[in-house]
């Protein structure tokens, strides 16, 4: 689970992009969101909060934007988790433009469990 890259599919609509056409740059948080959900599986998270009590938090984010997109585009998040402690995960985030190859964004999201209480708490495994 920490080391396979997962894909996800986006299609650009008007409502993504800014007056310019491009995407407005902030939904690409959203694009990172959705891939990562569709990552662990939406059950999964329910889950681990129902049963175990365990959620994910933001710790820290980058961003690096490479080239626009536009609407009409079709864009590929490429999303690779990594382990980085007992608390923290580090994901990979790249979006891809696959009809001419262009890596549109860089991005990387540390994620750390806690409970309820927002005290970490060991990844689960």
Excluded: C, W
């Amino acid at each position: 689970m920490y080391s396979q890259t997962h894909l996800h599919s986006v299609q650009i609509y008007y409502e993504d992009t800014d007056h310019s056409g491009s995407v407005y740059y902030a939904n690409y948080l959203r694009y990172f969101e959705r891939a990562r959900e569709h990552m662990f599986g939406v059950n999964l998270l329910v889950q681990l909060q129902k049963e175990k009590g365990i959620g994910f938090v933001v710790y820290k984010l980058d961003v690096t934007y490479k080239a626009a997109a536009h609407y009409g585009d079709t864009l590929e998040i490429q999303t690779t988790p990594k382990r980085e402690s007992d608390y923290r995960l580090v994901i990979s985030q790249n979006v891809v433009r696959p009809s001419d190859d262009t890596l549109v964004v860089l991005g990387s999201v540390q994620l750390a469990a806690v409970n309820a209480d927002g005290v970490l708490v060991s990844l689960p495994v």
